[in-house]
């Protein structure tokens, strides 16, 4: 299982990188978690849209979906793809977003009906089911957020990768994280105010680190992030919850997902 990050910035997306989107690369299949703004782009660098098997989405806001319309367009009109329909895997309620979204776009010949359904198989997965896929099991864990949001915790024979969506504190966090070979985690805020509560929108730096610290996780990603605020300031904060440096969900930043990490780390901070 291999992890390919294709962007990382929070609701606007920073200069050279997109918003909230990662793609998953196993023997059999390719799985798109989120579909922020400005990701496509990423995306056809590694695998092209008719190659995609999976898109599963956390939650409806507009830097974790908002490419969802032109890979819609993409696979509906693109010269040289094969009419796939990816298995698009919505949060509940998520078809109705989708049908609102819909309504918007469609004009001219094109109709609200079968916007979506003419190039996706749309589904809402159940969160306290397992989604089974052929190489990966996701189990999901609501988060703290404003809006409905699920965190999702892949697990293959390969290893394990946990990515967090978006959330504010919350107490099941670490034990949805334990033993994560690669943990995805939002760190918006460089540095917590004076303040400011547990019951907001999302972590610091800082909390995403000693999440991962907590969880034994092999490797923290830190996303979710504003350029203007300085990514120095991330990552020293990341670093310092963590016990152990940590990386800035970049662009084509590429990470197998195996226990080796996870062993690697514990030596080094042991």
């Known amino acids: 299982m291999e992890l390919v ?74 010269p040289g793809l094969d009419q796939s329909r990816p298995q698009l895997h919505m949060p509940p309620t998520g078809n109705d977003f989708l049908q609102r979204v819909a309504t918007a776009y469609s004009m ?16 809402e997965y159940q969160p306290e089911e397992i989604l089974s896929l052929r190489d990966v099991q996701i189990r999901f864990l609501r988060t703290n957020h404003p809006v409905p949001c699920w965190a999702m915790r892949l697990e ?9 969506a978006d959330t504010g504190p919350h107490e099941s966090l670490i ?16 540095e917590l105010d004076a303040g400011m509560s547990d019951d907001r929108p999302h972590l610091s730096a800082f909390e995403a ?11 923290l990603i830190l996303t979710h992030l504003w350029a203007t605020a300085g990514l120095d300031r991330y990552l020293t904060q990341a670093a310092a919850g963590f016990g152990s440096p940590a990386l800035i969900a970049q662009p084509g930043l590429r990470v197998a997902v195996d226990q080796s990490i996870r062993d690697k780390t514990t030596r080094e901070t042991s």
Not at 34 to 48: F, I, W, Y
Not at 108 to 123: P, Q
Not at 156 to 164: D, E, F, M, P, W
């Open 209 to 219: 680190g000693a999440i991962a610290r907590d969880a034994s996780a092999g490797m």
């Open 5 to 78: 990050v294709l962007g990382g910035a929070a609701a606007c997306p920073n200069p050279g990188q997109g918003s909230s989107s990662y793609l998953v690369k196993t023997d059999s299949e390719n799985i798109l978690l989120d579909c922020g703004p400005n990701t496509l782009q990423e995306l056809r660098k590694h695998v092209e849209l008719d190659q995609i098997d999976h898109v599963v989405v956390s939650h409806v806001h507009a830097d974790h979906t908002l490419d969802l319309v032109p890979f819609r367009y993409g696979l509906k009109y693109a």
């Open 108 to 123: 001219g010949l094109e109709t609200a009906d079968d916007f979506w359904s003419s190039t996706f198989e749309v589904s």
């Open 175 to 190: 034990e949805f994280a334990r033993d994560a070979d690669i943990l995805i985690c939002e760190g918006t805020y460089p």
């Open 156 to 164: 293959s024979s390969a290893g394990t990768l946990v990515y967090l």
